[in-house]
């Protein structure tokens, strides 16, 4: 698993600006740091071992949470800025969801709805994730400091959870986010409320977002696995296919891939997703791709993905992105 090289970059600056040395460790992970740049990646395993060297050194057991909080926009790449040019933060979650891949390329944001709010969960594939606990508290402080960056207010979620333990009380961590925070939970996750999905953002800029869309999706083929190696490609792309004939599910999906249900299930979820979590994915990505490139209308989509009518269909995508069909295909 591999992530934005910046961010290691940036990192160490500030262990730079603090007198904390990191030649040594740089020489033993065969980091050069000429390579930490934009559009560069490291292995995630090298960015944890930074992050715990940085907590070690300054004895900070938030160490992650502060560097996640201390977001810069320019430092942000074309993520932040599709945030940044997004008409509602609704809008903008749903573009750090489609494409997270481009700094995290084992990374998969997943969306739940309750009676509070919509919960952005993080699956990671790499067991470094589970093992450095900053990996997770970076990730999360930072996601929320570019939201109220990109807002200009200081948004609140409903709720934070983490899955690892806490590394003492809580305080600190209900001091940045505002809200209250859970340890030991089955994934990372940030809850928003349907009152902070509507938040417009000022720098909203249609054009621009369609531009950066493009980029991005250009940036996202080459960070995917080549050649639909994975078996959630795999998956994902039996259940296309399947879709509009209402047979992609589970014991389809795993029939013609030659597995079993448990089989394929469990691998799935060794792999960060669960098999509905998938379904969920395929049909999201392919209603963005027909929502915004084709004339395709919303009952016609609705066939075309399984879903009994245009109602439900129009349900789940308001769920997935915070938006209606329509305000997607005008965007």
């Known amino acids: 698993m591999q992530i934005n090289a910046e961010w290691a970059e ?77 008409e509602t933060l609704g809008e903008a979650m749903s573009h750090y969801q489609r494409y997270a891949l481009i700094v995290c390329n084992g990374v998969m944001i997943a969306t739940e709805r309750d009676d509070e709010g919509l919960r952005f969960l993080l699956h990671a594939a790499d067991a470094s994730w589970a093992r ?36 003492g009380p809580a305080v600190e961590c209900q001091r940045l986010f505002g809200c209250a925070v859970a340890f030991g939970e089955r994934a990372d996750a940030i809850t928003l409320s349907a009152d902070a999905l509507a ?14 869309r493009s980029y991005a999706d250009g940036l996202l083929k080459q960070v995917r696995p080549k050649g639909r190696d994975s078996l959630a490609d795999k998956a994902a792309a039996v259940i296309a296919q399947r879709l ?18 448990r089989t394929l299930r469990r691998r799935l979820q060794e792999s960060g997703v669960t098999f509905n979590e998938l379904v969920s994915r395929v049909r999201r990505d392919l209603a963005d791709d027909w929502l915004q490139r084709t004339d395709f209308n919303v009952k016609h989509i609705s066939y075309l993905l399984g879903y009994s009518d245009a109602a439900a269909f129009s349900r789940a995508y308001k769920r997935w992105t915070g938006r209606s069909p329509g305000q997607a295909a005008a965007a």
């Open 244 to 261: 509009s004939s209402g047979e992609a599910s589970l014991r389809d999906v795993a029939r013609r891939l030659h597995l079993s249900e």
């Open 132 to 167: 450095c606990r900053h990996l997770g508290e970076f990730t999360v402080a930072r996601t929320v400091s570019a939201l109220r960056i990109v807002t200009g207010v200081q948004l609140r979620p409903l709720a934070v959870q983490f899955a690892h333990a806490p590394a």
């Open 199 to 212: 938040l417009r953002i000022a720098t909203a800029d249609g054009r621009l977002a369609v531009m950066l």
């Open 10 to 86: 940036e990192t160490i600056a500030w262990l730079d600006r603090h007198k904390i040395a990191t030649a040594a460790l740089l020489k033993k992970l065969r980091i050069d740091r000429r390579d930490l740049k934009y559009g560069r990646q490291i292995p995630l395993a090298h960015f944890a071992a930074l992050l715990d060297f940085g907590a070690a050194q300054t004895g900070d057991i938030w160490f992650g949470l502060h560097r996640g909080g201390e977001f810069r926009l320019e430092k942000g790449g074309v993520l932040a800025y599709l945030a940044a040019s997004a």
